[in-house]
Protein backbone atom coordinates (compact mmCIF):
# COMPACT_ATOMS: atom_id res chain seq x y z
CA UNK A 1 0.00 0.00 0.00
CA UNK A 2 0.87 3.77 -0.76
CA UNK A 3 2.71 4.51 2.53
CA UNK A 4 3.58 8.21 1.39
CA UNK A 5 3.91 10.07 4.79
CA UNK A 6 1.02 12.73 3.79
CA UNK A 7 -1.74 10.59 5.75
CA UNK A 8 -4.38 12.87 3.97
CA UNK A 9 -3.66 10.26 0.46
CA UNK A 10 -3.21 6.78 2.34
CA UNK A 11 -5.50 4.84 1.19
CA UNK A 12 -5.41 2.12 4.31
CA UNK A 13 -7.50 4.46 6.69
CA UNK A 14 -9.67 5.24 4.11
CA UNK A 15 -12.37 2.77 2.74
CA UNK A 16 -9.34 -0.49 2.77
CA UNK A 17 -10.79 -2.27 0.04
CA UNK A 18 -13.88 -0.40 -2.34
CA UNK A 19 -16.04 -1.83 -4.53
CA UNK A 20 -14.90 -1.84 -8.00
CA UNK A 21 -18.42 -0.47 -8.96
CA UNK A 22 -16.96 2.63 -6.99
CA UNK A 23 -15.13 3.47 -10.27
CA UNK A 24 -18.34 4.14 -11.82
CA UNK A 25 -20.81 6.70 -10.85
CA UNK A 26 -24.63 7.84 -10.92
CA UNK A 27 -25.85 11.12 -12.13
CA UNK A 28 -25.57 13.77 -9.29
CA UNK A 29 -28.39 14.58 -7.37
CA UNK A 30 -29.54 15.70 -4.20
CA UNK A 31 -30.37 13.29 -1.41
CA UNK A 32 -32.76 14.55 2.06
CA UNK A 33 -31.85 14.76 5.31
CA UNK A 34 -33.21 11.85 7.54
CA UNK A 35 -37.27 11.47 6.67
CA UNK A 36 -38.41 9.74 9.58
CA UNK A 37 -41.10 6.96 10.02
CA UNK A 38 -43.13 6.08 13.11
CA UNK A 39 -43.01 2.28 13.92
CA UNK A 40 -44.82 0.21 17.01
CA UNK A 41 -42.37 -1.93 18.44
CA UNK A 42 -43.60 -4.86 20.55
CA UNK A 43 -41.74 -7.28 22.75
CA UNK A 44 -39.63 -9.48 21.39
CA UNK A 45 -39.86 -8.25 17.19
CA UNK A 46 -37.34 -6.22 15.61
CA UNK A 47 -38.22 -2.81 14.43
CA UNK A 48 -36.12 -1.43 11.34
CA UNK A 49 -33.79 1.32 11.37
CA UNK A 50 -31.19 2.43 13.91
CA UNK A 51 -31.38 -0.18 17.55
CA UNK A 52 -33.30 0.52 20.08
CA UNK A 53 -34.32 -0.85 23.72
CA UNK A 54 -37.42 -3.11 23.86
CA UNK A 55 -40.61 -1.85 26.17
CA UNK A 56 -43.92 -2.94 25.09
CA UNK A 57 -45.97 -0.86 22.55
CA UNK A 58 -43.19 1.86 22.84
CA UNK A 59 -43.46 4.52 19.81
CA UNK A 60 -40.10 5.18 18.22
CA UNK A 61 -39.13 7.24 15.97
CA UNK A 62 -36.35 5.82 13.26
CA UNK A 63 -34.57 6.79 10.25
CA UNK A 64 -35.01 5.80 6.83
CA UNK A 65 -31.93 4.23 5.84
CA UNK A 66 -32.31 4.76 2.27
CA UNK A 67 -32.25 8.35 2.39
CA UNK A 68 -29.81 8.85 4.92
CA UNK A 69 -25.72 8.07 3.70
CA UNK A 70 -23.56 6.43 6.46
CA UNK A 71 -20.50 8.62 4.77
CA UNK A 72 -20.94 11.73 2.83
CA UNK A 73 -18.91 10.77 0.37
CA UNK A 74 -18.68 12.28 -3.63
CA UNK A 75 -16.43 11.57 -6.68
CA UNK A 76 -15.03 15.24 -7.94
CA UNK A 77 -13.98 14.69 -11.77
CA UNK A 78 -12.66 17.19 -14.23
CA UNK A 79 -14.79 18.38 -16.90
CA UNK A 80 -12.03 17.81 -19.21
CA UNK A 81 -11.86 14.42 -20.21
CA UNK A 82 -7.97 14.47 -20.50
CA UNK A 83 -7.33 16.06 -17.30
CA UNK A 84 -6.94 13.72 -14.20
CA UNK A 85 -7.48 15.45 -10.98
CA UNK A 86 -5.87 12.77 -9.24
CA UNK A 87 -2.64 13.25 -11.09
CA UNK A 88 -2.62 16.98 -10.43
CA UNK A 89 0.10 18.44 -7.06
CA UNK A 90 -2.21 17.06 -4.74
CA UNK A 91 -1.01 19.94 -2.20
CA UNK A 92 -2.85 22.30 -4.68
CA UNK A 93 -5.98 19.84 -4.96
CA UNK A 94 -5.97 20.14 -1.51
CA UNK A 95 -5.42 23.71 -1.13
CA UNK A 96 -8.03 24.36 -4.09
CA UNK A 97 -10.53 22.25 -2.24
CA UNK A 98 -10.00 24.03 1.41
CA UNK A 99 -10.10 27.37 -0.04
CA UNK A 100 -13.53 26.74 -1.81
CA UNK A 101 -15.40 24.71 1.30
CA UNK A 102 -13.13 23.93 3.93
CA UNK A 103 -10.76 21.00 5.06
CA UNK A 104 -12.58 17.57 3.86
CA UNK A 105 -12.47 14.46 6.14
CA UNK A 106 -10.42 12.20 4.00
CA UNK A 107 -9.35 12.48 0.28
CA UNK A 108 -8.14 9.31 -2.31
CA UNK A 109 -7.11 9.22 -5.45
CA UNK A 110 -8.81 6.57 -7.69
CA UNK A 111 -7.22 3.87 -9.99
CA UNK A 112 -9.49 5.90 -12.66
CA UNK A 113 -7.84 9.15 -11.89
CA UNK A 114 -10.66 10.69 -10.12
CA UNK A 115 -11.00 11.72 -6.68
CA UNK A 116 -13.24 10.33 -3.77
CA UNK A 117 -14.16 13.29 -1.28
CA UNK A 118 -15.65 12.38 1.91
CA UNK A 119 -16.60 15.64 3.47
CA UNK A 120 -17.19 16.55 6.78
CA UNK A 121 -20.80 16.76 7.37
CA UNK A 122 -24.00 16.99 5.01
CA UNK A 123 -23.53 20.89 4.52
CA UNK A 124 -20.19 20.59 3.24
CA UNK A 125 -21.28 17.42 1.14
CA UNK A 126 -23.99 20.21 -0.46
CA UNK A 127 -21.75 22.37 -0.68
CA UNK A 128 -19.07 20.80 -2.58
CA UNK A 129 -22.47 19.17 -5.25
CA UNK A 130 -23.12 23.49 -5.56
CA UNK A 131 -19.85 23.92 -7.63
CA UNK A 132 -18.26 24.28 -10.78
CA UNK A 133 -15.10 24.58 -10.08
CA UNK A 134 -12.08 24.26 -7.50
CA UNK A 135 -9.08 26.21 -8.13
CA UNK A 136 -8.05 26.42 -11.81
CA UNK A 137 -10.04 23.68 -12.73
CA UNK A 138 -13.86 22.64 -13.88
CA UNK A 139 -15.48 20.57 -11.93
CA UNK A 140 -18.43 18.06 -11.95
CA UNK A 141 -19.60 15.56 -9.12
CA UNK A 142 -21.13 12.54 -8.43
CA UNK A 143 -22.16 10.07 -6.15
CA UNK A 144 -20.46 6.42 -5.76
CA UNK A 145 -22.03 3.36 -6.76
CA UNK A 146 -22.00 2.06 -3.39
CA UNK A 147 -24.26 4.83 -1.91
CA UNK A 148 -26.90 4.08 -3.94
CA UNK A 149 -26.57 0.38 -5.19
CA UNK A 150 -25.61 -3.04 -3.77
CA UNK A 151 -23.40 -5.91 -4.62
CA UNK A 152 -24.43 -9.60 -3.45
CA UNK A 153 -24.24 -13.12 -4.39
CA UNK A 154 -26.15 -16.50 -4.67
CA UNK A 155 -24.65 -19.84 -4.27
CA UNK A 156 -25.93 -23.60 -6.07
CA UNK A 157 -28.12 -22.07 -8.79
CA UNK A 158 -28.42 -24.48 -11.86
CA UNK A 159 -25.79 -24.21 -14.57
CA UNK A 160 -28.46 -24.55 -17.11
CA UNK A 161 -30.06 -20.96 -15.72
CA UNK A 162 -29.50 -19.09 -18.08
CA UNK A 163 -28.17 -15.39 -16.85
CA UNK A 164 -29.42 -13.95 -20.27
CA UNK A 165 -32.83 -15.09 -20.39
CA UNK A 166 -34.42 -12.39 -20.63
CA UNK A 167 -37.44 -13.36 -18.88
CA UNK A 168 -35.25 -14.56 -15.90
CA UNK A 169 -33.74 -11.08 -16.22
CA UNK A 170 -37.64 -9.71 -16.17
CA UNK A 171 -37.68 -11.80 -12.55
CA UNK A 172 -35.02 -10.28 -11.13
CA UNK A 173 -35.74 -6.55 -11.83
CA UNK A 174 -39.02 -6.87 -10.49
CA UNK A 175 -36.75 -7.79 -6.98
CA UNK A 176 -34.36 -4.86 -7.76
CA UNK A 177 -31.47 -6.38 -9.50
CA UNK A 178 -29.84 -4.07 -12.06
CA UNK A 179 -27.52 -6.90 -13.42
CA UNK A 180 -26.74 -10.04 -12.39
CA UNK A 181 -23.23 -12.21 -13.45
CA UNK A 182 -22.70 -15.99 -13.41
CA UNK A 183 -18.99 -16.17 -11.64
CA UNK A 184 -15.83 -18.68 -12.96
CA UNK A 185 -12.95 -19.97 -11.53
CA UNK A 186 -9.88 -21.27 -12.55
CA UNK A 187 -9.49 -24.49 -12.84
CA UNK A 188 -5.58 -25.77 -12.43
CA UNK A 189 -6.38 -29.27 -14.31
CA UNK A 190 -7.18 -27.54 -17.70
CA UNK A 191 -5.71 -24.23 -16.81
CA UNK A 192 -8.98 -22.83 -18.45
CA UNK A 193 -11.80 -20.81 -16.36
CA UNK A 194 -15.09 -22.29 -15.79
CA UNK A 195 -18.42 -21.57 -14.89
CA UNK A 196 -19.16 -21.90 -11.36
CA UNK A 197 -22.90 -22.07 -9.68
CA UNK A 198 -22.28 -18.65 -8.32
CA UNK A 199 -24.14 -15.43 -9.69
CA UNK A 200 -23.13 -11.91 -8.65
CA UNK A 201 -26.34 -9.42 -8.32
CA UNK A 202 -26.31 -5.46 -8.45
CA UNK A 203 -29.20 -4.76 -6.65
CA UNK A 204 -30.73 -0.77 -7.13
CA UNK A 205 -30.95 -0.11 -3.75
CA UNK A 206 -27.88 0.51 -0.82
CA UNK A 207 -28.64 -1.91 1.52
CA UNK A 208 -28.89 -5.74 0.83
CA UNK A 209 -31.72 -7.55 0.46
CA UNK A 210 -31.78 -10.69 2.71
CA UNK A 211 -33.13 -13.61 -0.23
CA UNK A 212 -33.96 -13.36 -3.94
CA UNK A 213 -36.55 -15.83 -5.10
CA UNK A 214 -35.90 -17.51 -8.74
CA UNK A 215 -38.33 -20.30 -10.16
CA UNK A 216 -39.47 -22.23 -7.11
CA UNK A 217 -36.06 -21.95 -4.98
CA UNK A 218 -35.35 -19.10 -2.71
CA UNK A 219 -31.87 -17.89 -2.29
CA UNK A 220 -29.70 -16.70 0.70
CA UNK A 221 -27.80 -13.37 -0.39
CA UNK A 222 -24.43 -12.80 1.00
CA UNK A 223 -22.46 -9.65 0.45
CA UNK A 224 -20.08 -9.59 -2.53
CA UNK A 225 -16.66 -9.18 -1.43
CA UNK A 226 -13.94 -8.90 -4.33
CA UNK A 227 -10.60 -10.30 -4.48
CA UNK A 228 -8.76 -7.01 -3.10
CA UNK A 229 -7.07 -4.69 -5.37
CA UNK A 230 -2.90 -5.60 -5.32
CA UNK A 231 0.12 -3.60 -6.90
CA UNK A 232 2.14 -5.84 -8.83
CA UNK A 233 5.18 -3.43 -8.74
CA UNK A 234 5.09 -2.98 -4.58
CA UNK A 235 2.70 -5.84 -4.00
CA UNK A 236 0.90 -3.80 -1.35
CA UNK A 237 -2.67 -3.69 -1.46
CA UNK A 238 -5.55 -0.94 -2.63
CA UNK A 239 -3.66 0.56 -5.41
CA UNK A 240 -3.19 -0.69 -8.89
CA UNK A 241 1.00 -0.39 -10.25
CA UNK A 242 0.19 2.52 -12.98
CA UNK A 243 -0.86 4.61 -9.43
CA UNK A 244 2.17 3.43 -7.40
CA UNK A 245 5.01 5.33 -6.43
CA UNK A 246 6.68 3.31 -4.09
CA UNK A 247 9.76 0.95 -5.04
CA UNK A 248 9.68 -2.03 -7.13
CA UNK A 249 9.43 -5.23 -4.55
CA UNK A 250 9.56 -8.92 -6.18
CA UNK A 251 6.13 -10.97 -5.50
CA UNK A 252 8.76 -13.28 -4.71
CA UNK A 253 11.38 -12.29 -2.33
CA UNK A 254 10.31 -9.19 -1.77
CA UNK A 255 13.78 -7.49 -3.14
CA UNK A 256 14.18 -4.72 -5.36
CA UNK A 257 14.23 -6.40 -9.13
CA UNK A 258 11.89 -7.84 -11.36
CA UNK A 259 9.55 -11.04 -10.39
CA UNK A 260 10.41 -13.20 -13.54
CA UNK A 261 14.33 -12.69 -12.74
CA UNK A 262 14.18 -14.17 -9.16
CA UNK A 263 15.08 -17.99 -8.98
CA UNK A 264 14.57 -17.97 -4.84
CA UNK A 265 13.82 -21.16 -3.42
CA UNK A 266 12.51 -19.29 -0.40
CA UNK A 267 9.95 -16.91 -0.73
CA UNK A 268 9.00 -14.32 1.44
CA UNK A 269 5.95 -12.43 1.31
CA UNK A 270 6.57 -8.16 1.15
CA UNK A 271 3.17 -7.70 3.17
CA UNK A 272 2.93 -10.38 6.11
CA UNK A 273 6.62 -11.42 6.04
CA UNK A 274 5.08 -15.30 5.78
CA UNK A 275 7.38 -18.08 4.17
CA UNK A 276 4.98 -17.41 0.61
CA UNK A 277 5.18 -15.57 -2.15
CA UNK A 278 3.10 -11.96 -1.77
CA UNK A 279 0.45 -12.71 -4.27
CA UNK A 280 -0.29 -16.09 -2.32
CA UNK A 281 -4.20 -16.41 -2.14
CA UNK A 282 -4.21 -17.53 1.53
CA UNK A 283 -1.64 -14.74 2.50
CA UNK A 284 -3.44 -13.29 6.50
CA UNK A 285 -2.68 -9.70 4.86
CA UNK A 286 -4.87 -10.87 1.99
CA UNK A 287 -7.67 -12.21 4.13
CA UNK A 288 -7.24 -9.16 6.58
CA UNK A 289 -8.18 -6.80 3.39
CA UNK A 290 -11.69 -9.09 2.62
CA UNK A 291 -12.61 -9.27 6.25
CA UNK A 292 -12.00 -4.99 6.30
CA UNK A 293 -14.24 -5.05 2.98
CA UNK A 294 -16.93 -6.94 4.41
CA UNK A 295 -16.91 -5.10 7.53
CA UNK A 296 -17.49 -1.73 5.72
Not at 178 to 203: C, E, G
Amino acid sequence: MDESENTQFRTEDFYNALSSSDLETTDNESQQGHSWTTQVKKRKRVATGSPATTHNNTVIRVPSLQNAPNKYLLIIASINPSIKLGRQNPIKIQKALSDSVGVAKNLKQLANGNLLIECQDKHQWKAIQQRTSIGEWSIRTSLPKSTTSSAGVIYNVPLDFDIEDEDLKSVMKGQKVSKATRLTYYDKNSNTRKTSRSVKLIFDVPILPQTINIGFNSYKIKLYVPNPIQCYKCQGYGHMAGNCSNKRKCRKCGEDHQSNECNTESPKCVNCKGDHPSNYKLCPSREQQKTSYSKR
